[in-house]
């Protein structure tokens, strides 16, 4: 814990002027990120006696080691750019919000030839227009069955649209009326286009021109006696009016508007968006977060308006943003909003009508959010510090720890044994830094030595990146220049999760970052007792002595300590033992996971993989010459050689991959349990890519760990 006099800068040396400051720990790494209108008055609050600050601001400067600051011309600057510094560095003692769902879209892919109406979740692409975010994604789809009775725009996916092109029939929905059918010429790809703009700009809320174009049109068809086309004509009307009614009127003036409210406690707040276009609710939605710092309601409102359109423009940005506490000051934001938007953007707070009565269903909302996240046991603050609190004391530590990691081993009888890390800090998972190893050291299956070369590895790195930028003295711990730095190599970043932008001290020379720059405070190996002593003996092989150790053991969830020979037992209903399960469990997943993925690539590869300078296209093109990988082994080298772009010499290298590939095992259908034949199995396995099994899935798994 350290002196905040210790670093505390000397007044002169702070401006009074507007700009954007940064408090680092001990490892470098940005913990805090704040803005003022005069710095000097603002970083002079942190340094004034603990026992007046905020419990949570004292934890904040306790636990940094040097503050920093950027001057800048004003305080739209400053906001812009503690908004960019917070997404950079994800402090972890700044207000961040937390979606508590990922929000269904209704979008239309307007960036291709043939626009297509879906459901999109996740990150907005250049070029595609959304509706929404909807509470649910049956929601959506409600409307747009709809709609497509009036807007047949093609929901199809790329897959069916090609095939149906090939095939010159359309799907279903092409029969039935509900697409216009481009994929067979039906319409011309303007005509398909003009069909997915009028969809959107009744979206939109641009629906009285349709219905009275409808009805018109319903009225012509009548007098002219065509009643089975005036019939249609209505029945696409009352389609029009229910899909309308979907999103009843909340605003009487058709107002683009945005309404926030909050919810809040002591520990937590709760914030829920309406977004109202065109006088009609089209979308919500909602965040929660840790109130890590003493903060107003005005603040969580600035915080909440950075979240929502920092990375917005345009019309995405409402001309009317309504609030229950006004940011102070007030003109920096509004001035952000307009930039944002290219106009003028009113932000107040309502006082009466019907916007003063939406605004209080939205306060209504926020606040039942509120009480719902703090059902939710792993998430409440007060809990998880309480869970830290607990596992300190159990394991007799000198402070909570912050960092966790957990170690896991899996493999499939020995095979593809792999090992899972994974990262809580403040009880929360921190899949950014999860990583995962394969075990190279030696063949054959021994969880604890496996364990062994993973945290030796692990913490080699860790020494070698602390080594490097000097933290240490010199000959004190230092590593041994042999030691095959080139294992360390191995431990792979996550692929399926995106890694969030760490800070300068936690990036090498080229800036890339460091992957295990940052220590935790308790290693938690999933395990027993030689487990546990296996990762304490590569800890202090490596001369390591304050990273405390534990094992978890799933038999009777016995926690194992180096050294002891009896294990702790934590009482079943302690919030410490249910954080290490936690963790343990998160743990197995994330190795599981990659073990699998490793057995199913191994099960999908070919002696073809093999071959140098062989790619997916001629791969492709051999298999659908010869029909089936066991015809192609029987092929000669002459007529390999017939096939389009395979050249003698590599017809040659090709059988002599396959003369020395051991002939493969009988392959079973998954989904039948029976064996199949050589060629079906294999030709099934090249053309659909789906691992073929030597072993029916469920006798295999019970020998998976």
Known sequence: MADPSSYRPQPGQIPDSPGVYRFRDEHRRVIYVGKAKSLRQRLANYFQDLAGLHPRTRTMVTTAASVEWTVVSTEVEALQLEYSWIKEYDPRFNVKYRDDKSYPYLAVTMNEEYPRVQVMRGHKKKGVRYFGPYAHAWAIRDTVDLLLRVFPVRTCSAGVFKNASRTGRPCLLGYIGKCSAPCVDRVSAEEHRELAEEFCDFMTG???????????????????????????????????????????????????????????????????????????????????????????????????????????????????????????????????????????????????????????????????????????????????????????????????????????????????????????????????????????????????????????????????????????????????????????????????????????GLKDDEGRPKRFAYPPQLVVVDGGRPQVAAAQRALDELGIDDIAVCGLAKRLEEVWLPGEDDPVVLPRTSEGLYLLQRVRDEAHRFAITYQRTKRAKRFRSSPLDDVPGLGETRKQALIKHFGSVKKLRSATIDQICEVPGIGRKTAETIAAAFAQAAPAAPAVNTATGEIMEDEESETTAETSGEPVSAGAPDERRGQER
Request: glycine fraction near 6%; aromatic fraction near 4%.
């Open 206 to 504: 641009r629906t009285g021109t349709y219905l009275r174009r409808l009805e018109k049109q319903m009225m012509e068809a009548a007098e002219e006696m065509e009643y089975e086309r005036a019939a249609r004509l209505r029945d696409d009307i009352e389609a029009l009016k229910k899909a309308m009614e979907k999103n009843a009127v909340v605003l009487a003036d058709a107002t683009d508007a945005d309404l926030v409210a909050v919810a809040e406690d002591e520990l937590e707040a709760a914030v829920q968006i309406f977004h109202v276009r065109g006088g009609r609710v089209r979308g919500q939605r909602g965040w929660v977060t840790d109130k890590v710092e003493e903060i107003t309601t005005g603040a969580l409102v600035e915080h909440a308006l950075q979240q929502l359109y920092g990375e917005e423009t345009g019309d995405a940005v409402p001309k009317e943003v309504l609030v229950p506490a006004l940011p102070d000051p007030l003109e920096p934001v509004q001035e952000w909003l307009s930039g944002r938007r290219g106009s003028n953007v009113s932000l107040r707070i309502p006082q009466r009508g019907d916007k003063r009565a939406l605004m209080e269903t939205v306060e209504r909302n926020a606040q039942q959010a509120l009480v719902l996240h703090k059902t939710k046991r792993a998430s409440d603050l007060t809990t998880r510090s309480r869970a830290l609190e607990e596992i300190a004391d159990a394991l007799d530590l000198d402070s909570a720890p912050l960092r966790i990691e957990c170690y896991d081993i899996s493999h499939l009888q020995g095979d593809d044994v792999v090992a899972s890390m994974v990262v809580f800090e403040d009880g929360l998972q921190r899949k950014s830094e999860y990583r995962r190893f394969q075990i190279k050291g030696f063949e054959g299956q021994d969880d604890v030595r496996s364990m062994h070369e993973v945290i030796t590895r692990r913490f080699r790195r860790y020494l070698a990146e602390k080594e490097k930028t000097g933290e240490w003295a010199d000959g004190e711990n230092s590593l041994e220049p042999s030691g095959g730095d080139s294992a360390l190599t191995s431990a792979d970043p996550l692929t399926d999760t995106s890694s969030a932008p760490l800070a300068d």
